[in-house]
Structures are given as structure tokens and as C-alpha cells.
């Protein structure tokens, strides 16, 4: 039995979509982008909502809309996507990595508070990353950010609809970004989205996506060809109406894996915080030992899995070459124990029985 790690929630209706964009004959930034733009920054409860190329490219343009430039220290994880630290690379900025709790994956607050207390007038952001679609602490990270007067950055490339405390991630810092690619909770083929509460913050944006422009071939700074097209906001809009069942059935697919692999001793499954109404983009387990094996096992039966990440970014030779030397134990720790294994919503019971027990057998037969 082959089984994917993700698998895109695609149907007639994505379809029967694109193709009323194509007889349209408009194809770029047009209606739809506007739509898709103003559904999802409602969804997300942001008034500005900027539709872009691919999720790094939002993060990116949130960045320099703040005002990110060059030697700026941009404290993020290391623990992460490398686009979460090449979007500041990419404004000249320095990103300084704040080790994460080994528990949730996500920047650990009183490791942030150690770097501020440290450094906190030389930064100028701080970039957090909802990794694997679990909310990161919001009330200590922006009671941190407000005593230092920092902007936040949340990077929800991995968490559309994830919730802290019953408020929606993407909606708590200065600005957010999202990716819409095909793996990802709902998508768009590539693409990405910037959110705001900042009207001037969201105009700017705006521009920056479009050559510097808000008046058609009248540019006012140096800008970038950024855009999103009608093709991909017309997928989006349908995937947006299916994101909340999708979600759901995510959840459902986790409370079955832990139910079932809790009580391995070998394996350590999810921790998910009273705060947090998470949204797995992943399902990821650690394991103390044998992680690679167990990988290979899966190898061998056809079942999709992710490390993700097996080289913190701070060990990346053109990061590493930039940052230095740097002490991220907990990061470094989970690089070497986490296997992601499939989790998405269009998974079968008979297909998540069979992931738990090529799990089980494994943990009875190939630790001996």
C-alpha cells in the first residue's frame, strides 16, 4: 500500500475555476486576486490582505515594508524552512536564532527573552515561525515584542486556520505571511499572502509587489514583479471554502495516531498546548533512536514521511558563514528525532491503520 506524505485537495471545483479564468481571457492580477484577497484577510481577521507569488516572497516584502535593510538583526528559529532566514538574508538583514522548545518546535520565549534582555536595542524584528501548524506562545512572544517595542513577523507558511487562545495566527503581529504551496493546508499551485492591521503598512506592500507602482507605469521607489494571478487566486477561493473541513479532518487523523503510538515508549507524539488549536500541516513524531531507520523502513513499504528539518539553519554552510558558531541545543536535538508521516485530510482509516502498524512492528522488531 503507497501512501503519500501529502496529497492536494483537489476536485472539479478547482477545475470548473481555472477554467472560467482561461474563458475569461484575463489570466494576471485582476477580480479574483481582489476576492480571494479579501476573503482570506476576513477569514484570517486582518483588514489588509496582499496576494503574492509563493510564501517566500511574502515574507520577503513584509520585511522590507517594516523597513528591514541592510546589517538590521532579525532574531527568527533556526529551526524552520531556510526561506524563514534567507527572506531577512534577502533584505541584507542578520537573522539571530533563538533556540526552540523541544516540545512544540517553536521559538522558546525564554530563550527570546535571554536574547533581548542581551541585545533587545539592536533589534529590529523578530520572525516567528508557527511550525508544523501548532501556534506559537503569542501572549509571552508579543508581551516580549511590546517591552522592547519590536514588530513581529509571523511566518504561518504552516499554519492557515491554526488558532491561539480562539483568535486565528496571522492576525497577532505587524504583518503575516502565508504560502500557498501544494503541500500546504490549502493552496493555490505557488503563491502567498501578506496581512495587516496596518493600512499605510498594507499601501506599501501593495507597491513593493508591483514594480513600486500604484498608478499603472507611475513607479515612486524600486519595486518587484511579485503578483499573484487570477488563475492561482481562482483555485485559492475554492480551497479557502474547504480549509476549515480540511483542518478538521487533520485533527482527526492526529487524535487517531495518538491514541494509537502514545503509549510507545520509543516514540514521543505531538504536544499540543492548552492554547493552541493546531491544524497539523504535519504530524511529526520524535524518535530518541533509530529515527533514520524508521525512515528507511518506510522506504522500503512506500510510506511518504518528512524530516523536517535535518540541518538547522544555523549549520547551512551561507548561513553558518554569516551567523557563526551559535548554541541551539534543542534545535539541534530535534534535527536528529523528528519524522513527519502522512497526516493530510484525504488519508483513508484503512491507510492510517496501516501507517500505525508498520509503526508498531517496527518499534517491537527493529529496535532489538
Keep these: 500500500m503507497k501512501i503519500p506524505i501529502s496529497k492536494p485537495n483537489l476536485d472539479e471545483e478547482e477545475k470548473n475555476a481555472v477554467q472560467a479564468v482561461l474563458d475569461s481571457g484575463f489570466l494576471a492580477q485582476g477580480k479574483r486576486v481582489a476576492k480571494f484577497e479579501e476573503d482570506f484577510g476576513r477569514y484570517i481577521g486582518a483588514k489588509q490582505a496582499i496576494a503574492t507569488s509563493n510564501g517566500t516572497t511574502a515574507l520577503f516584502i513584509a520585511l522590507k515594508a517594516i523597513g528591514i535593510s541592510q546589517n538590521d538583526k532579525v532574531v527568527t528559529t533556526p529551526f524552520t524552512f531556510v526561506a524563514s532566514a534567507s527572506s531577512i538574508m534577502q533584505c541584507g538583514a542578520i537573522p539571530i536564532f533563538c533556540d526552540i522548545d523541544p516540545q512544540t518546535f517553536n521559538i522558546d520565549p525564554d530563550a527570546l527573552e535571554r536574547i533581548l534582555k542581551k541585545d533587545g536595542s539592536s533589534i529590529k524584528a523578530i520572525l516567528i515561525v508557527h511550525l508544523y501548524g501548532l501556534p506559537c506562545p503569542m501572549d509571552e512572544i508579543m508581551s516580549l515584542a511590546n517591552q522592547y517595542s519590536i514588530p513581529v513577523i509571523e511566518d504561518c507558511a504552516q499554519a492557515h486556520g491554526a488558532e ?147 540541518v538547522p539553519l544555523h549549520q547551512q554552510k551561507f548561513i553558518h558563514q554569516i551567523v557563526g558558531n551559535g548554541n541551539y541545543p534543542m534545535a539541534d536535538s530535534c534535527s536528529r528525532e523528528v519524522l513527519s508521516i502522512p497526516v493530510h485530510p484525504l488519508l483513508k482509516k484503512e491507510e492510517l491503520e496501516h501507517v500505525v502498524d508498520l509503526i508498531k512492528y517496527f518499534c517491537q522488531e527493529g529496535f532489538n
Excluded: W
Aim: glycine content about 8%; overall charge positive; aromatic content about 14%.
Design 164 to 310: 491561539y487562545r480562539g483568535k486565528k495566527v496571522g492576525s497577532f503581529g505587524k504583518a503575516s505571511a502565508f504560502s500557498f504551496y501544494p503541500t500546504k493546508n490549502m493552496t493555490t499551485g505557488e503563491g502567498g499572502m501578506i496581512l495587516t492591521n496596518d493600512e499605510e503598512l498594507g499601501k506599501k506592500c501593495r507597491m513593493l509587489i508591483n514594480h513600486g507602482s500604484k498608478k499603472r507605469y507611475y513607479h515612486e521607489f524600486l519595486g518587484y514583479n511579485f503578483r499573484m494571478t487570477d488563475i492561482a487566486a481562482a483555485i485559492g477561493s475554492v480551497q479557502l471554502k474547504k480549509l476549515d473541513d480540511s483542518n478538521q479532518r487533520r485533527r482527526a487523523n492526529a487524535n487517531f495516531y495518538n491514541h494509537e503510538l502514545s503509549s510507545i515508549p520509543k516514540i514521543e507524539t505531538p504536544v499540543v498546548p492548552d492554547y493552541a488549536l493546531p491544524v497539523f500541516h504535519q504530524y511529526t513524531i520524535k524518535l530518541k533512536q533509530h529515527r533514520d531507520d524508521l525512515a528507511s523502513f518506510f522506504d522500503q513499504k512506500e510510506i511518504g514521511y518528512g524530516i523536517y528539518y535535518p
